[in-house]
């Protein structure tokens, strides 16, 4: 459970500041809502500590377990995109027809069985469970969040309190699409070069298991010292065949140790050094800018306020490449609340360019913002399409010249043995 600082309004226009305890933003957010609170500003409360003790240790763990529990909730968000689009598009199609939300709930709950996966039909029954015994549809959503991100919990809010529900599920429901046809592009041209390597290392625990130690033996009983690249395939494939639990341990761990440490940095306020993050990619880069500008902009479309929208789209942006766009975004609510205009709040220049402040800036004179950021999302998600193209241009013969060279290097290490075998025999 965590501590968060909050600012709200009540239905008579009071606002009022506190603390509560919960275990995430959302149920935070949950938690004001059915208090008939309106919320303002919410971000956890942060405490200084003079020295180390066994209670900062276990709360040091427990800020460890929670950033696995989010790094999996957001893992299975980015692979249940496709299907969010296709409830979001399917329920504001009901409500486009005139539907109440009950009765399209319960319409999309007894058709769960046609074809969908068993997890979406939970999910689908439980909504419309929680929504038929009077709870808003925002606070049911927000009780699953490994399918729903803060920022479409927002939306979806805002909707439901203007009477436009329908549209926000249809922006959603468009911003799932064009975000999961982004991911989808880019994990097809990585898993190309990862189906190649499996494929490789295949070939050499294959050969060093099988053939290659027979061909040694043989040299050996002859009295002939065995080629040195034999030996060394052989080891390499005996060594991965034995060792490929620990091997694989240690790949998840190298994997894992930069998102918790951008975490626990994002926490206190830190980001990566400047020379580190220049080295992200730009594809992952203009991809990350896409999809925030793509929700400030529909949460902006539904009425959610700029503060909220921001501090919502940072809570997004948790993993070892868009922390510290996450800490920025939080620092940029910081500064809107207390006044300043969003162009001069982004800092941040690795993030935000010259070119990008200024367009923003001209967009806030003009009172157009939520059109600029549509123009900006769509501008970046064309770019990292681009990069995307150009990366998997790269990639394929990059992928057949190091397959070739292990090949060749398999192949010379079945080879010498039966040139020094043949040089024995004659």
Request: proline share 4%; net charge positive; hydrophobic share 50%.
């Amino acid at each position: 459970m965590s501590v968060w600082k909050y600012k709200a309004a009540s239905s008579a226009g009071d606002v009022r500041s506190g603390v509560l305890v919960a275990a995430s933003a959302s149920e935070a957010r949950s938690l004001l809502r059915r208090d008939g609170l309106r919320l303002l500003d919410l971000r956890p409360r942060r405490e200084t500590r003079q020295r180390e003790s066994p209670t900062d240790t276990l709360r040091a763990t427990l800020g460890t377990l929670q950033s696995l529990r989010e790094i999996g909730l957001s893992y299975a968000r980015s692979r249940r995109a496709g299907m969010r689009a296709e409830f979001y598009d399917a329920l504001a199609t009901m409500l486009d027809a005139g539907l109440p939300l009950t009765e399209a709930l319960s319409t999309l709950a007894e058709s769960a069985d046609d074809g969908r996966r068993r997890a979406q039909r939970f999910l689908i029954r439980d909504l419309a469970r929680s929504v038929s015994e009077g709870e808003a549809l925002y606070d049911a959503m927000a009780r699953a969040p490994g399918w729903f991100g803060p920022s479409e919990i927002a939306i979806v809010e805002a909707g439901q309190h203007r009477g436009e529900l329908d549209s926000a599920l249809r922006l959603l429901g468009e911003r799932q699409a064009r975000s999961n046809e982004l991911a989808g592009k880019l994990a097809g041209v990585l898993a190309y070069p990862a189906l190649v390597s499996l494929v490789g290392l295949g070939v050499v625990i294959f050969l060093s298991r099988g053939p290659l130690p027979r061909l040694v033996e043989v040299l050996t009983d002859a009295g002939v010292d065995p080629p040195a690249l034999t030996r060394a395939v052989i080891a390499l494939g005996s060594g991965l065949a034995f060792w490929w639990p620990i091997v694989l341990a240690l790949l998840v761990v190298a994997g894992m140790t930069p998102v918790l440490v951008a975490r626990a940095m994002a926490r206190k306020g830190k980001n990566w050094p400047t020379p580190v993050r220049k080295l992200v990619p730009g594809a992952l880069r203009a991809s990350a800018l896409a999809r925030v500008a793509g929700e400030l902009a529909a949460m902006g479309r539904c009425g959610v306020p700029l503060v909220e929208a921001l501090r919502a789209s940072s809570a997004t942006c948790g993993g070892p490449i868009t922390a510290s766009l996450g800490r920025a975004l939080e620092d940029c609510a910081s500064r809107v609340e207390r006044g300043d205009a969003l162009a001069q709040s982004l800092e941040d220049r690795l993030w935000f360019t010259a070119e990008f402040r200024r367009l923003i800036a001209a967009a806030e004179a003009a009172g157009e913002l939520e059109d600029m950021l549509e123009r900006l999302a769509d501008r970046e998600s064309r770019r990292a399409n681009r990069l995307i193209d150009r990366l998997a241009a790269l990639a394929e013969p990059t992928v057949i010249l190091v397959l070739a060279s292990v090949v060749g290097v398999v192949v010379m290490a079945a080879a010498l043995p039966l040139v020094r075998l043949r040089e024995v025999l004659g």
